[in-house]
């Protein structure tokens, strides 16, 4: 009888510290879930990387769309070359004073813009910037002459020189520390706007001529009410962050100043290589088409999108890349890589030269966002500035790309010029010198 009262208390004893350890187990688990979901709550509200854990993929994606709907618009201005072209007799040099005039004032003011932003965010401003866009595009729907052209796509430029860099700054705060995979949310919207922007010229600008500009003004007023929206958001962060300004940037990248001014160096260079390809592409690889091979405006066109599709694939591609394998890699293999493809196009038939502009997109678009990515791991506490400077590049080197190409034309060919750029991304090379950076990180 002892024994059996024994052996019942012990296997009581030994259930009560199961059942404990089990309670502690559940309590803890509750509070890990719990965790969790107040991080993701609060990264819908506040949605920066300084204050909590989590991306917030809304703000991400609404402005990943209005980038599109910015870069659409962009895009229609090369788009409608041709016809402007045919209407008013313009030379290559004056289509390349059109690009320039465009690229320069949206290239400019955005590392000023960056940089005040970065001192005094101006949550607003982005809507604001869209209704310059908005006016210059009925502008050109009825620009008569070629002066008033130029003005018309000054004033889309100053549109899309306010809104990049603080665009990018958004998007910074919103990606929960997952900097490469914002970068590339955003970017692809404007590069799949660039794609689409040749498309939808050539079903509705094309067919209709240059009054019908007007209509994608529309664009600009959706994109308009959306940065709205995400002012609001934007306010509220700030708000957030002033009331728990507990935290601060360190910038955790031990390179000397002399070797983070290299490597900015570097990265000025592969801009260079790939957006002077790249604005020979857009602005002349449809008179290149026509020319060599017979084909159509409407046709050429739609070859044109198939290159800026591949480019828009490309750039999201680049931002999980160079999360994976680093960002040295992606900018040395995107830009040096793209190299054996341009560089066989020119010997090509239709078909192959079109497979070859696809691959070539595809390749060389992962670059951008990994360049953004890394050299704001350079100089992390000044994001809209850097974001400023190599939106501002990407835009006025092409803008220079295309003027240059235009006056190389006139003087030789276009089937010259193209020759000439296809040997551009070999100077990707140069790459391999950049130093392994570590991102920045916050501390208390």
């Known amino acids: 009888m002892i024994e059996d009262k024994l052996l019942k208390e012990g296997s009581s004893f030994v259930d009560l510290k199961r059942r404990h350890y089990f309670c502690n187990r559940l309590a803890h688990n509750i509070h890990i879930i719990y965790e969790e979901m107040k991080n993701r709550v609060l990264s819908k509200i506040k949605g920066h990387p300084q204050l909590v854990e989590g991306t917030a993929y809304a703000i991400l994606f609404t402005m990943g769309t209005c980038h599109l709907l910015n870069d659409m618009i962009q895009s229609v201005i090369p788009a409608i070359y041709p016809l402007l072209k045919d209407k008013f007799g313009f030379t290559f040099a004056q289509i390349g004073i059109i690009t320039l005039v465009f690229q320069l004032t949206s290239s400019v003011l955005q590392p000023f813009v960056g940089r005040y932003a970065d001192r005094h965010p101006q949550p607003y401003s982005l809507a604001t910037g869209m209704c310059f866009t908005l ?41 929960g520390g997952k900097k490469s995979l914002a970068q590339s949310i955003f970017q692809v919207g404007g590069n799949g706007g660039s794609a689409f922007g040749p498309l939808l010229a050539a079903l509705i600008i094309i067919p209709y001529g240059q009054h019908a500009v007007g209509w994608f003004a529309l664009a600009a007023l959706l994109a308009s009410l959306l940065l709205t929206r995400v002012g609001y958001w934007y306010s509220l962060m700030l708000t957030e962050i002033k009331m728990h300004h ?77 999360d994976r394998y680093g960002r040295k890699y992606v900018i040395l293999f995107s830009i040096l890589g793209a190299a054996p493809f341009t560089l066989a ?66 003087l030789t060919s276009i089937e010259f010029i193209f020759h000439v750029s296809t040997w551009l991304p070999l100077l990707g090379v140069i790459a391999i010198f950049l130093p392994d950076v570590r991102p920045a990180r916050m501390t208390n």
């Open 135 to 175: 006016v210059g595009l009925m502008a050109l729907a009825f620009a008569p002459n070629f002066l008033l052209i130029l003005l018309s796509v000054a004033l889309i430029g100053c549109g899309s020189s306010v809104f990049h860099p603080e665009a990018s700054r958004v998007a910074q705060m919103a990606s």
């Open 345 to 410: 196009m020119p010997y090509l038939n239709l078909g192959w030269t079109i497979v070859m502009a696809v691959i070539t997109g595809l390749v060389i678009a992962s670059a951008f966002s990994a360049i953004v990515v890394y050299a704001t791991d350079l100089k992390p506490d000044k994001v809209g500035m850097i974001a400023g400077i190599f939106f501002g590049l990407m835009f006025g080197l092409g803008g220079i790309g295309s003027a240059f190409f235009g006056w190389l034309a006139d």
């Open 246 to 322: 507990r935290q601060r940037q360190t910038n955790l990248c031990n390179l000397p100043d002399k070797t983070v001014r290299r490597a900015l160096e570097i990265l000025v260079l592969m801009i260079f290589s790939k957006y002077f390809f790249n604005a020979c592409m857009t602005s002349y690889f449809t008179f290149y088409l026509m020319e060599k091979f017979g084909i159509t405006v409407q046709q050429s066109q739609y070859c044109l999108f198939a290159y800026l599709a591949a480019f828009a694939a490309g750039t999201l591609l680049g931002g999980f890349l160079g």
